[in-house]
T-cell receptor, first 112, second 115 residues
């Protein structure tokens, strides 16, 4: 069966510090991978998606970047965090277009 | 542009009551997909159902049922005989037929089931 791992679960970082959140998927090949952010009291906003190694598309211009160094690994990064980067970050995967996405357990990031 | 509206921000019901969560969507596409997800306090989103735009048949899964009506652009979710474990935030989402899975989520409805 397929599983998705996302870590860390919680993170407190000072403004201006770098960020690296990692997500890995097991049990499937060539998944579509996504990074979402959920601000407090709001819906999910798609940040990045990837259909293959090295293929990253950004939905929203921001202080963040994403990379996919391996087929089942998706990394969310920032060189310098802003206060507005605080939120709940969710990694997700899907097999085909328009099929349901399966989510990781999320990382709650607080920038102080 | 696609849009999903969940007008109910929070709902409280007493255990065993039925509750309906509303979802209204907007899209210019004739082919699209609708989803419902549950987000319990742990934070992880749990997939509940997917519907494509050509299948208006209502679906029932245990205590859960979904009413899809293209005429009103709605995809409502009903929980029958609610239980405390149903307490969560529920998200409706829409995916249009583009080159990738561009999914737009509603802002969610927080359901609290009171024992």
């Amino acid at each position: 069966s397929q599983t998705i791992h996302q870590w860390p679960a919680t993170l407190v970082q000072p403004v201006g510090s770098p960020l690296s959140l990692e997500c890995t998927v097991e049990g499937t090949s060539n998944p579509n991978l996504y990074w979402y952010r959920q601000a407090a009291g709001r819906g999910l906003q798609l940040l990045f998606y990837s259909v293959g190694i090295g293929q990253i598309s950004s939905e929203v211009p921001q202080n963040l970047s994403a990379s996919r160094p391996q087929d089942r690994q998706f990394i969310l990064s920032s060189k310098k965090l802003l206060l507005s980067d605080s939120g709940f970050y969710l990694c997700a995967w899907s097999v085909l277009k328009h099929t349901e996405a399966f989510f990781g357990q999320g990382t709650r990031l607080t920038v102080v | 542009a696609q849009k999903v509206t969940q007008a109910q921000t929070e709902i409280s019901v007493v255990e065993k009551e039925d509750v309906t969560l509303d979802c209204v969507y907007e899209t210019r596409d004739t082919t699209y997909y609708l989803f419902w997800y549950k987000q319990p306090p742990s934070g992880e989103l749990v997939f509940l159902i997917r519907r494509n735009s050509f299948d208006e048949q209502n679906e029932i899964s245990g205590r859960y049922s979904w009413n899809f009506q293209k005429s009103t652009s709605s995809f409502n979710f009903t929980i029958t005989a609610s239980q405390v474990v149903d307490s969560a935030v529920y998200f409706c989402a829409l995916s249009e037929r583009v080159g990738y899975q561009k999914v737009t989520f509603g802002t969610g409805t927080k359901l609290q089931v009171i024992p």
